[in-house]
């Protein structure tokens, strides 16, 4: 099993106020033990930078080389950041750079500036945490980006079928945060973007589920399994893993 987004809030790195939230610690030690408790065999994962941790990079680089192999990162980016900057990160595990239009005000022409030099220096694919009915007004970055994924399912019922035209397009979707999401049906959106593109979902915690109404329990699992019948194996693991390029 692959954990395709995971946050660790480590204590020994400052954190920055997010509309005045600051999130209490969770260490590896903490998801280990919480995905110990929930029975999963998890085998490697993508630690998420959330908004919360800014763009300062320490936290992360000693994050996965704690981790160790099999885990990879997905950062936020200084508007400065150079291509040194960028390389040294990749060497570090990072695989992907994220945007965050839920928490965080975005310059809709340095992120397409910045997506486009990662992916063209170290191949990095974008990461979007965003409520799927804004995907029609991205479409001009959308169209500019070789690879994608959308958080959280698209977070609402209303964006499905923007998020389903753009799968059918290749971009891959976090099946996490359903307790955080909006969404009338979960499984009956995992069936649907399962069935526009087998690849696409890719499994996740979401742990330690800050901020979400609640975090991830086992029956979220049960309904991943219920919606996409064979291809769970994929989706648990092989479509992130693939994505990730581990």
């Known amino acids: 099993m692959f954990d395709a987004h995971v946050h660790i809030i480590d204590p020994r790195f400052p954190l920055v106020a997010n509309h005045g939230y600051l999130p209490e610690p969770f260490t590896i030690a903490d998801y280990r033990q919480r995905v110990a408790d929930l029975g999963l065999g998890v085998e490697g994962g993508a630690v998420v930078t959330a908004s919360y941790q800014g763009t300062g990079q320490a936290y992360l680089a000693t994050t996965l ?16 950041a150079t291509d040194e900057d960028i390389i040294a990160l990749d060497e570090a595990g990072v695989r992907a750079v994220r945007f965050n239009l839920r928490r965080s005000a975005t310059d809709v022409k340095l992120l ?53 035209n753009l ?3 290749g971009a891959r979707v976090k099946a996490t ?47 991943i399994t219920e919606a996409v019948g064979d291809n769970l194996d994929a989706v648990l693991g092989g479509n992130a893993r693939s ?4």
């Open 65 to 80: 080389r704690e981790l160790g192999p099999g885990w990879v990162g997905v950062t936020q980016l200084e508007p400065d």
């Open 243 to 246: 994505f990730y390029r581990i």
């Open 112 to 164: 397409t500036t910045q997506a486009l030099r990662a992916w063209e220096l170290v191949g990095w694919h974008a990461e979007f945490y965003v409520d799927a009915t804004l995907l029609l007004s991205l479409e001009p970055v959308f169209k500019k980006l070789p690879a994608v994924s959308i958080d959280h399912l698209g977070m609402s019922t209303r964006g499905l079928p923007y998020l389903l």
């Open 167 to 169: 799968v059918d397009r």
């Open 177 to 223: 945060g359903f307790g955080r999401a909006t969404i009338d049906d979960v499984g009956d959106a995992l069936k649907r973007i399962d069935a526009v593109n087998p690849t696409a979902l890719m499994f996740g915690t979401d742990l330690p589920g800050t901020r979400a109404r609640r975090a991830f329990e086992l029956t979220d699992l049960d309904t």
